[in-house]
């Protein structure tokens, strides 16, 4: 039986940066996504929203059990949580007022029908988790900026700075809008993981 796909090791240019600020352009992908504002660390909404994505991301994953296996099916390690911040992330004194979009990849096997189906058997097996609020959409990011923060979240301002002057250095500019926000994606689970160990890859959109 051959092994589950993980992304972050088949694809580590978008999952496995250095500290070192680099330029990536990114490409299009598959993304179940879900809205929402508050503070992360507790608003419910925000852990309602990472539990109805993941509750939506394993369905997917064990449809390969199911009459309905989707055309294509791969076994895949699901990825990590990713958000975009319209505050300018998690390292920002006040969270009160953030807007984020909470984020999971999709293996490109998975269509909007695909996607449909496991939202009807999430709300089967599941009817706590509320996915309604999500959707499926294809997000390509195009060129940005990126690093590795390595820490707590609170001190990511320093990661950020440093890619700031990189862009700077770089001939370029942050380019910022309502789709090309602040990201970050989430290599630690902050319940298991001491926050100077928790590793997160912070981008920034980014012109030349």
């Known amino acids: 039986m051959a092994d589950a796909v993980d992304f972050k090791k088949t694809q580590k240019d978008l999952y496995m ?6 330029i990536i352009d990114v490409p299009e992908m598959a993304f179940i996504m879900l809205d929402g504002e508050g503070d992360p660390n507790t608003a419910a909404s925000f ?3 990472v539990e109805a994505l993941y509750g ?3 369905a ?3 449809s390969k059990n199911g009459a309905a296996r989707p055309e294509g099916y791969f076994d ?4 990590p949580l990713e958000g975009l911040w319209l505050a300018g992330g998690m390292g920002a004194a006040d ?4 807007r984020w979009t909470l984020m999971i990849r999709q293996p490109d096997f998975v269509t909007a029908e695909v996607y449909e189906t496991a939202r009807g058997v999430l709300a089967k097996k599941k009817p706590g988790l509320n996915g309604s609020a999500a959707r499926f959409e294809r997000f390509a ?3 940005c900026a990126q690093a590795m923060h390595t820490g707590p979240y609170d001190d990511e301002p320093a990661t950020v700075g440093a890619l700031e002057r990189f862009i700077a250095a770089s001939g ?3 380019d910022f809008s309502d789709t090309r926000r602040h990201h970050e994606i989430y290599l630690g689970d902050p319940r298991k993981t001491v926050p100077e160990k928790l590793r997160t890859v912070i981008r920034i959109p980014i012109a030349r």
Not at 95 to 98: I, Q, T, W
């Open 17 to 22: 940066p250095g500290a070192k600020p680099c």
């Open 47 to 49: 852990q309602a929203a």
């Open 56 to 58: 939506l991301s394993y």
């Open 60 to 62: 997917i994953k064990m």
């Open 76 to 79: 895949f390690v699901v990825p």
């Open 95 to 98: 969270k009160s007022g953030f």
């Open 141 to 143: 990011e195009g060129l």
């Open 172 to 174: 370029c500019r942050a």
